[in-house]
């Protein structure tokens, strides 16, 4: 039986309680019985993420792969249709999957990823190229993110309403209107959901591959928003971030070939978002105290100034460069 890590174990029981606690006593047998009906072996260390067990293994065949088993959510349902539809183009390959039980036989990459890459243009060039080669035509059955935008601005205007926070109201108001003009009617192409550098890795059968999708349809200027607060620590480490915060949006639109004004629009709805949800929910790097203040206030403050910058973003495409 494999060891499940301890952190893995403390993170789970923390955010999802007693089922979090019941579906970790099951953990070693669902793994066993996975092993035997994919014809694995173990083949290193037991790594996880956020919500997912990874265990390295060898097929019979001797071919290096992954082991993967996440908690049961409905934000992990349609990982493997994303993957089916990506056919490792730009993302790791989907060799089974048991969707009862939340698991996925996947390539193995390697163990770094492009969060260690210092240079942050780089960063954000490669996140963005593989943004651009993932908008694939999205298959029936995905969710799309435009059903999502009633619920989106239900929620902009509660938290607006019940939390206290220092955004000004023309922040807020662009958020909501980012959904109204930008939500309700995207596109349907496959995108990542949660684009951000640990979420991908170094490989051999292609320089970079993604992994950890959402599997949703919409608007891949979506995901410029995700990694721009991903980035939120090297922003806030900046000497200037006002130019920063323009640097990572303008090569991000440009390599992956989007609109600057969407890319711009909805990375201030995202960071509307984040302030929201960090005051109702903390983060995952910071759950209270100093550290969540100050992501807080940070995300306040990017709000505000991605206004003025979506609705300058034309003008600024060489200001960057």
Not at 4 to 14: A, N, Q
Not at 81 to 91: E, K, L, N, P, V
Not at 112 to 130: H, I, N
Not at 296 to 309: I, K, P
């Amino acid at each position: 039986m494999i060891e499940v890590p301890e952190t893995f174990v403390r993170c789970t029981v923390e955010r999802e309680g007693e089922p979090g606690s019941a579906w970790l006593a099951e953990l070693p047998s669902i793994v066993e019985e996975l092993l035997g009906s994919w014809g694995c072996v173990p083949d290193g260390g037991v790594m996880h993420g956020g919500v997912g067990l990874i265990v390295p293994v060898r097929r019979r065949e001797g071919v290096a792969a992954v082991l993967k088993v996440s908690f049961p959510h409905p934000g992990n349902v349609h990982e493997p249709d994303a993957f089916t539809a990506w056919g490792g183009r730009g993302a790791v390959l989907l060799h089974e999957r048991d969707d009862e039980r939340f698991a996925m036989l996947l390539e193995r990459g390697r163990t770094s990823t492009l969060a260690e890459v210092e240079d942050g243009d780089e960063v954000v060039t490669v996140a963005a190229r593989l943004s651009r080669r993932l908008a694939v035509p999205a298959p029936p059955g995905l969710p799309r993110l435009r059903d999502e935008a009633d619920a989106w601005e239900e929620q902009l205007r509660k938290d607006a309403g019940e939390l206290t926070h220092t955004m000004s109201r023309r922040a807020v108001d662009a958020a909501l209107a980012t959904v109204r003009e930008l939500g309700r009617a995207q596109p349907d192409l496959l995108v990542h959901g949660d684009l951000h550098a640990r979420n991908i890795l170094r490989a051999d059968r292609e320089p970079w591959l993604a992994v950890d999708p959402k599997g949703r349809a919409g608007d891949p200027a979506y995901d410029a928003g995700t990694l721009l607060m991903s980035r939120a620590f090297t922003l806030l480490a900046a000497d200037d971030m006002r130019m920063a915060v323009h640097r990572v949006l303008d090569v991000f639109a440009g390599a992956a070939e989007l609109d600057r004004v969407r890319v711009w629009r909805w990375a201030q709805f995202h960071a509307v978002r984040a302030a929201f949800w960090g005051r109702r929910h903390g983060f995952r790097r910071a759950r209270s105290g100093p550290p969540l203040d100050r992501l807080t206030q940070f995300a306040d403050g990017l709000a505000d100034l991605l206004v003025e910058g979506a609705r300058n973003a034309p003008a600024l495409r060489n200001r960057a460069r």
